[in-house]
């Protein structure tokens, strides 16, 4: 079993950076995907980004390729998700996800956490 806590969150102007964190308990965190997602109001949630178990490989949406970076410590169960070039689209609850195999589909992904707000103004 995996537990998250997310993070980093906050308001941003257009432009600026963020650094979302993502806590994991559990030994066998390093076994686990873990990825990004997002849900802004009356929206589905969408797909950010997912790295696998060992960091070797990455996965962005399109529109987060180039201005979101998806990284992970495994001796730390830590997971970030950096930000640049936020735009006010960007805006939205951001989601820690944890599964054995992950992907780009949100009903793939079995632990959440509990989110972080991200707020960007133009």
């Known amino acids: ?9 906050g308001s941003v102007q257009a432009g600026g950076s963020l650094r979302l964190s993502c806590a994991a308990s ?4 390093i076994t686990y995907d873990m990825g990004w997602f997002r849900q802004a109001p009356g929206k ?3 797909f950010v980004a997912y790295i696998s178990w060992s960091g070797g490989s990455a996965n962005y ?3 987060m390729k180039g201005r979101f970076t998806i990284s992970r410590d495994n001796a730390k169960n ?9 735009k006010p ?10 599964d054995l195999s992950g992907g780009e589909l949100a009903s793939r992904w079995y632990y959440w956490g509990q989110g972080t707000q991200v707020t960007v103004s133009s």
């Open 1 to 9: 079993q995996v537990q998250m806590v997310e993070s980093g969150g």
């Open 61 to 63: 949406a399109n529109s």
């Open 78 to 86: 830590l997971v970030y998700l950096q930000m640049n070039s936020l």
């Open 26 to 29: 559990g030994r066998t965190f």
């Open 89 to 98: 689209e960007d805006t939205a609850v951001y989601y820690c996800a944890a």
């Open 44 to 46: 589905e949630r969408e």
